[in-house]
């Protein structure tokens, strides 16, 4: 029971870091999405826009950040249920 537990996290594991790394790659991929509203009024078609100052549209890269934050969260909570879990076998190994 014990070690089908352990080999299901640490597959879990390595699909969260595949993720991770994925994501990572995406997000370098991206050469930068061009704001359509540089330079221009935020009114009329741009009258969703909050920016106009920068060159790149900064949504894309905070959906990233946040879904690398996400992804790399839960990695860190598995691995720290990885470590719980082998501290509980080795509890009951000596028990």
Known sequence: MFMEIAIAAIGIGIVLMVGYLVVAQVKAALPGI???CYGKNLSGSCAGYTDNTS???T???TALNSTQA???AGFGLLA???IVLAAFGLIN???
Do not use: Q
């Open 55 to 57: 060159v790149y549209d």
């Open 70 to 72: 996400t992804v790399f």
């Open 59 to 61: 949504t894309v890269s």
């Open 34 to 36: 061009a704001n359509p």
């Open 80 to 82: 720290v249920g990885i």
């Open 93 to 95: 190994v000596f028990k």
